[in-house]
């Protein structure tokens, strides 16, 4: 599985960017898709989630209410819309593919991650 990410850049405080995550190779049918960020100095952060098959979400704390992950399974992309940034929110985001996990359960620990994409700079100011 091959993950490209893209659509960082600078943005000021209050705007918005929609990152994407292009997936290619070998894809799961039935994964977990993920969006994760590192801040420098920082661990590495679970944004959201999104089940390949199905429309359940998840979302972390910090950005519940701001952001929105969904897909377009005919262009096997994960996106993450993201709005009212706030200067807290830049880092470096990554997306990741995770195996099928059952349906009660969310991956937010990103050593259980399969694939990694190569990471998109996202910067606020403020």
């Known amino acids: 599985v091959q993950l490209q990410a893209s659509g960082g850049g600078l943005v000021q405080a209050g705007g918005s960017l929609r990152l994407s995550c292009a997936a290619s190779g070998r894809t799961f049918s039935s994964c977990v898709m993920g969006w994760f960020r590192q801040a420098p100095g920082e661990v590495r952060e679970f944004v959201a989630a999104?089940?390949?098959?199905?429309?359940?979400?998840y979302y972390g704390d910090s950005v519940k209410g701001r952001f929105t992950i969904f897909r377009d399974n005919a262009k096997n992309t994960v996106y993450l819309q993201m709005n009212s940034l706030k200067p807290e929110d830049t880092a470096v985001y990554y997306c990741a593919a995770h195996r099928p996990i059952g349906t009660a359960t969310w991956p937010m620990d990103a050593s259980t991650y399969d694939y990694w994409g190569q990471g998109t700079l996202v910067t606020v100011s403020s």
């Open positions: 999104i089940r390949w098959i199905g429309s359940s979400t």
